[in-house]
């Protein structure tokens, strides 16, 4: 049809538009039905034979003048435009003075353009909508004041006011306040998101409460919402496979139609005597119903829809061949840090002795680890900043590399680590304490710190990098949309690995890789079980995500390579969104094939 042409024409749209055609084209078919109608009344009251061709004519004009230009912009290529088989059919239908049967068929035509433009600007609509998030100018502080300027000018290193109800112009990070963010035109998160100094806010998000400032990180142009803009463009610009074959069917199949018709129309009379006129409107008929229009409509039409539904949802597919590649998945490989868990380690249990309060351990593990870089060292300050606990820095302190700390205040001292550390300065730990960190090492926590002040044990404190909420409920959901196999590839101990991989069910895990041995691997799954896709954050996973079936990058916002590296990008850390797009890509395949089987059938009754 003709969007098809014009797609071809325009392979480096920004935006999904479908420009001044689509606002004119609705006005011209209602046009040509008015010239139908009149011309037919005009005929039954006995008006002048001119002034009803001059009706027909109009009819024909407005009826056609798109599929014209059509035709005209692909002969440009040395293409054959469907669209030409209904225009040839109509002008035959004219030489034969049919001419209200020509119109007719012009007008049906277009109707069905009308009826797909409006269909694909539906599909459309949501992503379109994230051109109006955003505002022309933005709030900076400059010195002392707030001045407005135009978002263009907006560049990294700016500082940006947002007040409550304004929506995000820039990609930036908190530098002062907080508040809440819906992000989901961004990443399909429905709940609000609070966000604190340090945190990162993204473009087309709204802060619905808090005043803040925020560092701008990159131009308008570079932002978040830019660059999924951009990906929608790409995404109509790479043709799926199926959509692929049926455009150079319809090369083919247009061209043997009109010849066809032609050594129809010249061979019947001379071979069976009929009548040329006769001969001449079956050609045209034939010609019509030949016509593969539904057929080369209905690929695009099911997967622009498939994509856009997930984009909605913060799915982004680059384009229709990944949502197709998807349908065939039978593996999924998952990276660990930063997808299957979040990434950054947090406290996970405090077990307090018997008459110590889980803060007393919380505040005096935090406070000896206070000058302490480590990431675990980190993590419990943060939980003990979170619980609202003030910490003032220890008198002295000691970190003992591979074993833990120690530190001094009051007059007290304060060990955190190992049983190897309390060992070393000639404490006894008791079984009961040392069974209980082995089993905690046993279910993977990544860091088990004894805690001992002055004479006595205040507890264990646990640090590891939390795996995802309800893991073992979406491994389970992407098993039920048609995975046949769940696998972990990740740099990490193999103790930790398997423990998450037997908590959520996964089937295979490979530990302690390099990117390389994860690149291996990958191309190890797609000839042991079939086609594989590999799910990571888009930085260390790259080589993996571009070797495997499809990549798919999640918690892809703000991301670069992700969003440059893999086929499908996940815009939230919802490893659930995988299942729906799996789910997704399979009922689009349904949908187009039933489609393709619907337009192949009437095509073949009406020939016969």
Same mark, same amino acid.
């Given at each position: 049809?003709?969007?098809?042409?014009?797609?071809?024409?325009?392979?480096?749209?920004?935006?999904?538009?479908?420009?001044?055609?689509?606002?004119?084209?609705?006005?011209?078919?209602?046009?040509?039905?008015?010239?139908?109608?009149?011309?037919?009344?005009?005929?039954?009251?006995?008006?002048?034979?001119?002034?009803?061709?001059? *009706?027909?004519?109009?009819?024909?004009?407005?009826?056609?003048?798109?599929?014209?230009?059509?035709?005209?912009?692909?002969?440009?290529?040395?293409?054959?435009?469907?669209?030409?088989?209904?225009?040839?059919?109509?002008?035959?239908?004219?030489?034969?003075?049919?001419?209200?049967?020509?119109?007719?068929?012009?007008?049906?035509?277009?109707? +069905?353009?009308?009826?797909?433009?409006?269909?694909?600007?539906? @599909?459309?609509?949501?992503?379109?909508?994230?051109?109006?998030?955003?505002?022309? =100018?933005?709030?900076?502080?400059?010195? =002392?004041?707030?001045?407005?300027?135009?978002?263009?000018?907006?560049?990294?290193?700016?500082? /940006?006011?947002?007040?409550?109800?304004?929506?995000?112009?820039?990609?930036?990070?908190?530098?002062?306040?907080?508040?809440?963010?819906?992000?989901?035109? %961004?990443?399909?998160?429905?709940?609000?998101?609070?966000?604190?100094?340090?945190?990162? %806010?993204?473009?087309?998000?709204?802060?619905?409460?808090?005043?803040?400032?925020?560092?701008?990180?990159?131009?308008?142009?570079?932002?978040?919402?830019?660059?999924?803009?951009? !990906?929608?463009?790409? &995404?109509?610009?790479?043709? &799926?496979? =199926?959509? +692929?074959?049926?455009?150079?069917?319809?090369?083919?199949?247009?061209?043997?139609?009109?010849?066809?018709?032609?050594?129809?129309?010249?061979?019947?009379?001379?071979?069976?005597?009929?009548?040329?006129?006769?001969?001449?409107?079956?050609?045209?008929?034939?010609?019509?119903?030949?016509?593969?229009?539904?057929?080369?409509?209905?690929?695009?039409?099911?997967?622009? +829809?498939?994509?856009?539904?997930?984009?909605?949802?913060?799915?982004?597919?680059?384009?229709?061949?990944?949502?197709?590649?998807?349908?065939?998945?039978?593996?999924?490989?998952?990276?660990?840090?930063?997808?299957? @868990?979040?990434?950054?380690?947090?406290?996970?249990?405090? /077990?307090?002795?018997?008459?110590?309060?889980?803060?007393?351990?919380?505040?005096?593990?935090?406070?000896?680890? !206070?000058?302490?870089?480590?990431?675990?060292?980190?993590?419990?300050?943060?939980?003990?900043?979170?619980?609202?606990?003030?910490?003032?820095?220890?008198?002295?302190?000691?970190?003992?590399?591979?074993?833990?700390?120690?530190?001094?205040?009051?007059?007290?001292?304060?060990?955190?680590?190992?049983?190897?550390?309390?060992?070393?300065?000639?404490?006894?730990?008791?079984?009961?304490?040392?069974?209980?960190?082995?089993?905690?090492?046993?279910?993977?926590?990544?860091?088990?710190?004894?805690?001992?002040?002055?004479?006595?044990? !205040?507890?264990?404190?646990?640090?590891?990098?939390?795996?995802?909420?309800?893991?073992?409920?979406?491994?389970?959901? !992407?098993?039920?949309?048609?995975?046949?196999?769940?696998?972990?590839?990740?740099?990490?101990?193999?103790?930790?690995?398997?423990?998450?991989?037997?908590?959520?069910?996964?089937?295979?895990?490979?530990?302690?890789?390099?990117?390389?041995?994860?690149?291996?691997?990958?191309?190890?799954?797609?000839?042991?079980?079939?086609?594989?896709?590999?799910?990571?954050?888009?930085?260390?996973?790259?080589?993996?995500?571009?070797?495997? +079936? *499809?990549?798919?990058?999640?918690?892809?916002?703000?991301?670069?390579?992700?969003?440059?590296?893999?086929?499908?990008?996940?815009?939230?850390?919802?490893?659930?969104? %995988?299942?729906?797009?799996?789910?997704?890509?399979?009922?689009?395949?349904?949908?187009?094939?039933?489609?393709?089987?619907?337009?192949?059938?009437?095509?073949? /009754? *009406?020939?016969?």
């Amino acid at each position: 049809m003709t969007i098809f042409t014009q797609a071809r024409a325009q392979p480096g749209t920004t935006l999904p538009t479908l420009g001044w055609k689509a606002r004119f084209e609705p006005l011209f078919v209602v046009l040509t039905l008015i010239g139908i109608v009149a011309g037919l009344l005009l005929e039954r009251l006995g008006a002048s034979a001119t002034t009803v061709l001059l *009706l027909h004519i109009a009819s024909y004009a407005f009826g056609g003048s798109f599929a014209l230009r059509s035709i005209v912009v692909a002969l440009r290529v040395r293409e054959v435009d469907v669209d030409l088989l209904m225009v040839l059919a109509a002008a035959g239908a004219a030489y034969l003075g049919h001419w209200t049967e020509g119109a007719v068929l012009l007008f049906l035509f277009s109707l +069905s353009n009308v009826l797909q433009h409006y269909a694909m600007r539906r @599909t459309e609509q949501a992503i379109s909508a994230l051109l109006e998030m955003r505002p022309d =100018t933005v709030a900076l502080r400059r010195d =002392t004041q707030v001045v407005h300027v135009a978002l263009d000018t907006v560049r990294a290193g700016d500082v /940006l006011v947002l007040r409550p109800g304004e929506r995000v112009a820039v990609d930036a990070r908190i530098v002062a306040g907080s508040g809440s963010f819906d992000e989901s035109s %961004i990443t399909g998160e429905s709940m609000p998101v609070h966000k604190a100094v340090g945190e990162p %806010i993204f473009a087309g998000t709204l802060n619905q409460n808090g005043a803040l400032d925020a560092l701008v990180l990159r131009p308008a142009a570079e932002s978040t919402l830019a660059r999924i803009i951009a !990906l929608v463009g790409e &995404a109509r610009a790479r043709k &799926a496979g =199926t959509q +692929s074959r049926l455009d150079r069917f319809e090369q083919r199949y247009a061209i043997a139609i009109m010849l066809g018709v032609t050594l129809f129309i010249a061979l019947v009379p001379l071979v069976s005597g009929t009548p040329f006129g006769d001969v001449f409107y079956t050609g045209m008929v034939l010609l019509t119903v030949a016509s593969p229009c539904a057929l080369v409509m209905s690929v695009p039409a099911a997967l622009l +829809s498939a994509i856009a539904n997930a984009a909605r949802h913060g799915v982004l597919f680059k384009g229709g061949a990944p949502l197709e590649e998807l349908a065939r998945i039978k593996v999924v490989a998952f990276d660990k840090t930063g997808t299957v @868990t979040y990434g950054r380690p947090s406290v996970a249990d405090l /077990l307090p002795q018997p008459g110590v309060e889980a803060e007393t351990l919380l505040a005096a593990a935090a406070r000896a680890e !206070l000058p302490s870089e480590h990431p675990l060292a980190l993590a419990v300050r943060q939980a003990a900043e979170q619980a609202g606990l003030g910490l003032a820095e220890p008198e002295h302190f000691e970190a003992i590399i591979g074993m833990g700390v120690r530190a001094c205040w009051d007059g007290t001292t304060t060990l955190v680590g190992s049983p190897r550390l309390m060992r070393q300065h000639g404490i006894v730990v008791p079984e009961r304490l040392l069974a209980e960190t082995q089993r905690l090492m046993d279910e993977g926590r990544g860091g088990v710190l004894l805690v001992h002040q002055g004479e006595r044990f !205040l507890g264990i404190l646990t640090v590891m990098d939390r795996e995802r909420p309800l893991l073992a409920e979406k491994i389970a959901a !992407l098993r039920a949309a048609g995975i046949a196999r769940v696998v972990m590839l990740t740099g990490d101990n193999r103790q930790v690995a398997e423990a998450i991989a037997g908590r959520a069910g996964i089937d295979e895990v490979h530990a302690e890789l390099l990117p390389a041995d994860k690149l291996r691997l990958v191309g190890e799954l797609q000839t042991r079980y079939g086609p594989t896709a590999m799910v990571g954050d888009g930085v260390n996973d790259a080589p993996a995500l571009a070797a495997a +079936s *499809l990549g798919i990058a999640m918690g892809a916002a703000g991301t670069d390579v992700a969003l440059e590296t893999a086929d499908v990008v996940l815009m939230s850390d919802d490893l659930g969104a %995988i299942a729906y797009a799996v789910q997704l890509s399979k009922r689009a395949r349904r949908v187009v094939w039933q489609n393709i089987g619907f337009a192949l059938s009437i095509v073949a /009754l *009406l020939l016969a």
